[in-house]
């Protein structure tokens, strides 16, 4: 279990790496006087972290006061989506502007870009910026970043999954900076949300106080273990409260963007590795004094491939041609609240543990998903490391701990039994109306319902397949359902 840091900063430093001469003489090229007119950006990257999970977007259950406190002086995004439910595609995307099968990472764990596929952050280094990173912003550590880290990027305590989070590294390098540093772009990555989660004994709510999302069957064992999930939520908080103070105490607040967003959503059913919306939407939560209005919000739709280009656009540079990433700074500044008209994401799994090739796409209030192969049993490490034996004491740290429960309530509950089938067995097609069914349970994919709709966007998600040169290659042997122990329905 990682340990866990509520309170004080610790003030210890790992040396950073130099700047390569290339990219410190375009620094010195860009002059103090350029500097002083570039803003600061900070972003903060959750891990696991769900949009349905923080006080801001209406879990008022949960203890989120410094993303609230972000949200009385910012713009909150409603429409912000991954291109990806899993961490490798998902950052890959972000860093490159291009969707998963355009950049080449498709699948978890991946880190080979297509040739001629580069990173976006060369383009903030020419602008003069100082980029750094700390924590889980790649996906595992430098080894792990594969070409979308550049040299010229500052890893501060070698990044990853497995770093102890805290930031006393971040606070001694901002002290260390002179005052005529070069504009900085600091990434900062939280795994809080990310299994191994916080004990049940140290989380702060009450089993009975928590909310299942309504596609998942409630019981006493799951209200457990999302007690965990939201202390890490709540242990995230802490770390954004600590982060704006660094900000108001090393930074220039006023001339400082800061952004909270989080690669996908929660590692629960329905949710990370899947393609509903409590996978691929997420939250984006903007703060910058005297440029973004207070309190203000949109439901314009945006991809996480859209971020790093608004920088750059902010930053006073150009964007890559060629990408389909592209920025919205005009929505950020409150200039428009419209942005992108449709919105695709893809799915390719994890290894063998999740080999369930998924595509998506949103189109105003209707999205449609394809499942490549539904002959296939939908699995995750959640399920398949909880039923493990032996149990393997690594697997039970990131497994489901409440899985069992499922599987003993099937046995007399009809709906709990009809949960596993759901979540184990997909039909081709998923049709769901977003207004009506934000959570959608109700599957309009049939000849009857919407035909019109389901074959519009059926051909969009064809096209974009095509466009991309999607292989629809595994990640590893499917399970398949004919071989598969679905419990039979009471």
């Known amino acids: 279990m990682k340990k866990r840091h509520r309170s004080s900063i610790p003030r210890s430093l790992a040396t950073p790496r130099v700047v390569p001469g290339i990219a410190l003489a375009i620094m010195l090229l860009c002059g103090t006087t350029s500097w002083a007119a570039k803003p600061n950006f900070v972003i903060t990257i959750a891990d696991d972290h769900g949009v349905y999970h923080s006080s801001v977007y209406g879990a008022g259950e949960i203890q989120t006061p410094n993303l609230q406190q972000m949200a009385n002086e910012r713009i909150r995004f409603d429409g912000v989506y991954v291109a990806s439910p899993a961490c490798a595609p998902s950052r890959a995307a972000l860093f490159t502007g291009r969707m998963p099968y355009s950049n080449g990472i498709v699948g978890n764990h991946e880190i080979q870009l297509k040739p001629g596929v580069v990173s976006l952050l060369p383009a903030l280094l020419e602008q003069g910026y100082e980029v750094v990173f700390h924590g889980k912003v790649g996906h595992a550590g430098r080894k792990h970043f594969g070409q979308y880290v550049p040299d010229g990027v500052k890893i501060l305590g070698g990044g990853g999954l497995q770093q102890t989070m805290t930031l006393d590294q971040v606070e ?9 540093a070069p504009p900085l772009a600091l990434f900062l990555g939280w795994t809080d949300t990310h299994t191994a989660w ?18 998942i069957f409630d019981t006493p064992e799951a209200r457990v273990e999302m007690t965990r999930y939201v202390e890490g939520a709540e242990d995230i908080d802490r770390r954004v409260g600590q982060t704006r103070r660094l900000i108001a105490k090393h930074l220039d607040a006023k001339n400082t963007l800061v952004v909270y967003t989080s690669d996908h959503g929660m590692p629960w059913p329905f949710a990370k590795w899947a393609l509903y919306e409590t996978g691929i939407r ?4 903007a703060v910058w ?3 973004i209005q207070p309190s203000s919000s949109t439901d314009a739709m945006v991809s996480w491939i859209d971020l790093i280009l608004t920088l750059i656009d902010l930053a006073g540079g150009t964007s890559p041609s060629g990408i389909e990433g592209r920025s919205f700074a005009k929505v950020l500044m409150g200039e428009t609240n419209k942005h992108r008209d449709v919105i695709f994401a893809t799915h390719k799994g994890d290894n063998e543990k999740n080999v369930y090739p998924i595509r998506s796409v949103r189109v105003g209030k209707w999205k449609y998903i394809r499942n490549l192969h539904p002959e296939f049993a939908y699995t995750t490490h959640t399920d398949v490391w909880a039923m493990e034996t032996p149990r393997d004491p690594k697997h039970w740290a990131h497994a ?3 899985w069992q429960s499922y599987i003993d309530a099937a046995k007399t509950a009809p709906k709990a039994a009809a949960f596993l089938h ?23 994919a049939t000849p009857s319902h919407q035909a019109r709709t389901l074959t519009k966007l059926r051909e969009l998600v064809v096209q974009q397949m095509q466009e991309v040169d999607d292989d629809q290659a595994l990640s590893g042997p499917p399970r398949l359902l004919r071989d598969f122990a679905l419990p039979e329905i009471p």
């Open 172 to 180: 001694a390098f901002l002290q260390q900076r002179p005052v005529d």
């Open 198 to 215: 916080p004990p049940k004994e140290e989380a702060r709510i009450a089993p009975a106080d928590v909310v299942i999302p309504p596609k």
């Open 282 to 285: 997420t939250p984006l939560i």
């Open 289 to 291: 004094p005297g440029k």
């Open 400 to 402: 489901g701990h409440h």
């Open 422 to 444: 759901d979540y184990h067995s997909n039909p081709a097609e998923e049709l769901y109306d977003l207004e009506s069914d934000p959570f959608e349970k109700n599957n309009l």
